[in-house]
């Protein structure tokens, strides 16, 4: 049982240290005056997505590339089944006062480019380097957009933006910014160092490979932050947000994880992936359509749906 205890510890720290970095980065970034918008389409994003970005890092530097690859692709599955449909279940989404199709053609092709790359067998350096080069242009379009936003409706919004921000305060005092940022920076790495081993261990102790582990257990607990935050903007009637944190996690876990994690070494690609769970990865994607361009709304039946298709997909992965 202390491999799963251990496990279990490791989760809650990187779920409590990335959530005191991003209120760290968050209050630092607006105590030196940089605007509200630009710190979510960038510091959160990075924030939320930092438990997966430590323990992808970790995985490839313990000899373990399957729970990075699979914590991704994992992720990236659960963040839209999951993260969407058990929302769902609790409040109707209401998707069809969105307008996302620009950021999710992005997601689109950043699934493209990241499945063509695990077609090379291996994610090497230079795979990491395509993909940090779209992470820069999916920053760049985000910072255009945020632009024309600024220029077209002045700055009235900017108390706004600073609600959707998590415990956003310009006037947080500087001794407590330092301790949200001291407790994300040394937790992480912490959490990450915990989750990874024993998560490997469980591998071994049942039979399982670490690909196994990292699609189910690693992803979903690396998922929770994302549900907590859509469960509350589908009770908050805030679809725009809930849709906007899928299509944008999903998008930094793709382009920057495995970017990032690439720089710390080679990331073989399990055969197994190639021939089933990157394109459920994909189709899941897809499923978004409807929501996306012809503006249906996420009730409880899809809600249903969503949830029922992922936990078949759990069972399939597990048996």
């Given at each position: 049982?202390?491999?799963?205890?251990?496990?279990?510890?490791?989760?809650?720290?990187?779920?409590?240290?990335?959530?005191?970095?991003?209120?760290?980065?968050?209050?630092?970034?607006?105590?030196?005056?940089?605007?509200?918008?630009?710190?979510?389409?960038?510091?959160?994003?990075?924030?939320?997505?930092?438990?997966?970005?430590?323990?992808?890092?970790?995985?490839?530097?313990?000899?373990?590339?399957?729970?990075?690859?699979?914590?991704?692709v994992?992720?990236?599955?659960?963040?839209?089944?999951?993260?969407?449909?058990?929302?769902?279940?609790?409040?109707?989404l209401?998707?069809?006062?969105?307008?996302?199709?620009?950021?999710?053609v992005?997601?689109?092709?950043?699934s493209?480019?990241?499945?063509?790359?695990?077609?090379?067998g291996?994610?090497?350096?230079?795979s990491?380097?395509?993909?940090?080069?779209?992470?820069?242009?999916?920053?760049?379009?985000?910072?255009?957009?945020?632009?024309?936003?600024?220029?077209a409706?002045?700055?009235?919004?900017?108390d706004?933006?600073?609600?959707?921000?998590?415990?956003?305060?310009?006037?947080?005092?500087?001794?407590?910014?330092?301790?949200?940022?001291?407790?994300?920076?040394?937790?992480?790495?912490?959490?990450?160092?915990?989750?990874?081993?024993?998560?490997?261990?469980?591998?071994?102790?049942?039979?399982?490979?670490?690909?196994?582990?990292?699609?189910?257990?690693?992803?979903?607990?690396?998922?929770?932050?994302?549900?907590?935050?859509?469960?509350?903007?589908?009770?908050?009637?805030?679809?725009?947000?809930?849709?906007?944190?899928?299509?944008?996690?999903?998008?930094?876990?793709?382009?920057a994880?495995?970017?990032?994690?690439?720089?710390?070494?080679?990331?073989?690609?399990?055969?197994?992936?190639?021939?089933?769970?990157?394109?459920?990865?994909?189709?899941?994607s897809?499923?978004?359509?409807?929501?996306v361009?012809?503006?249906?709304?996420i009730?409880?039946?899809?809600?249903?749906?969503?949830?029922?298709?992922?936990?078949?997909?759990?069972?399939?992965?597990?048996?």
């Amino acid at each position: 049982m202390m491999p799963w205890i251990l496990s279990a510890l490791g989760l809650v720290i990187l779920l409590l240290a990335g959530d005191a970095l991003v209120r760290g980065a968050v209050n630092l970034s607006l105590r030196l005056g940089v605007p509200a918008l630009i710190v979510s389409l960038t510091i959160v994003a990075f924030g939320t997505s930092a438990p997966e970005l430590l323990i992808s890092i970790k995985a490839v530097l313990e000899h373990a590339p399957g729970i990075a690859l699979g914590n991704v692709v994992g992720s990236n599955t659960a963040n839209i089944l999951l993260v969407l449909g058990v929302p769902a279940l609790l409040a109707t989404l209401h998707t069809s006062e969105c307008d996302s199709r620009r950021n999710y053609v992005l997601m689109i092709l950043a699934s493209v480019l990241f499945i063509g790359l695990a077609f090379c067998g291996t994610f090497t350096a230079t795979s990491g380097l395509i993909l940090l080069a779209g992470l820069g242009l999916m920053l760049a379009n985000a910072f255009r957009e945020a632009h024309a936003h600024r220029k077209a409706y002045g700055d009235p919004c900017a108390d706004d933006d600073l609600e959707v921000l998590e415990e956003a305060d310009p006037d947080m005092p500087w001794w407590r910014i330092g301790i949200y940022l001291l407790l994300g920076l040394i937790g992480l790495p912490m959490g990450a160092h915990l989750l990874v081993d024993n998560a490997s261990i469980i591998a071994r102790t049942y039979g399982v490979s670490e690909t196994v582990i990292g699609l189910t257990l690693v992803a979903v607990g690396t998922s929770l932050p994302e549900l907590a935050t859509t469960v509350m903007a589908a009770l908050r009637r805030q679809a725009d947000v809930a849709l906007g944190n899928v299509i944008g996690s999903n998008m930094f876990n793709l382009l920057a994880i495995i970017g990032v994690a690439t720089m710390f070494g080679p990331i073989p690609v399990d055969p197994e992936f190639l021939r089933f769970d990157l394109w459920v990865m994909l189709a899941a994607s897809l499923l978004l359509i409807p929501f996306v361009f012809f503006k249906w709304d996420i009730t409880r039946t899809w809600g249903v749906f969503l949830t029922g298709i992922y936990l078949v997909y759990i069972v399939v992965v597990l048996v």
